[in-house]
């Protein structure tokens, strides 16, 4: 082997190993190395920009928020940064209690199948305000059919990442080893590998569990933020959320 090719073999690995980020007309670039992929942002709210009737989907795609209500539940803004997050129903003790979540309609482009999935959320939760079970994200139920989650969990306030296949309705679930209640913004997000299922927080690997290649997500349920709905036991987020997003490969 010649030197001049010798070096031009050392320039592509050094190009093949390097992460590149960018955002260009509703798609974005998942770190670009040997152990992740692209994939195209089918949903993003940052809440910047309150449409009539709900939150717009600045991806692109046409996902409009809205909210599903119960006992004077609401979610309200509060500035961040140059921009704005929300707010969700402090704890309550004593039915009634308000209730709310944000939900988009069913959609196809929603539905991962075996594709890699994606998902996550700015969160920020007070340690005084942890519950057993407060969901973020989801789409679909693990009762019935099929779904991916992220949702914080229990009095110390660790992520979670869940996904459940819509034939064995098995549970598969990735658990952070560090908490976000701490009255911080934090970034959450949930990878879908081929076979394994791994949660980041601040950018750092956090867990992980293995899921079959063959685990299907796809449901006619909405994409719901903040809660299941705005019945009893709907796992009522009770912080602020910002810049919440699901891409598919």
Known sequence: MTAHSSRRRWAAAVVAATSVTAAVAGSFHIRADAQTTWGT???RYTFDDPADGGFVDVSGHKHLLTAVTGDGGAVATIARGSGAALTFPAPCREEPCPRVALRAKNSGDLNPGKRLIRFGATVLLRPDRTTKGQNVLQKGYS????QY??????????PSCAMVDGGSRKVHIAKSSV?????????????????SLVIRVDGQWRGSTRVPASLSVVNRNPLSIGGKGAYADNDQFQGALDDVWVAIA
Request: aromatic fraction near 2%.
């Open 41 to 43: 942002q089918i949903a």
């Open 143 to 146: 009762a019935r059919g099929s």
């Open 149 to 158: 989650k992220l949702q914080i969990d229990g009095a110390a306030g660790k």
């Open 179 to 195: 908490t976000v209640a701490d009255n911080d913004w934090h970034t959450v997000e949930c990878r879908r590998k081929r076979t």
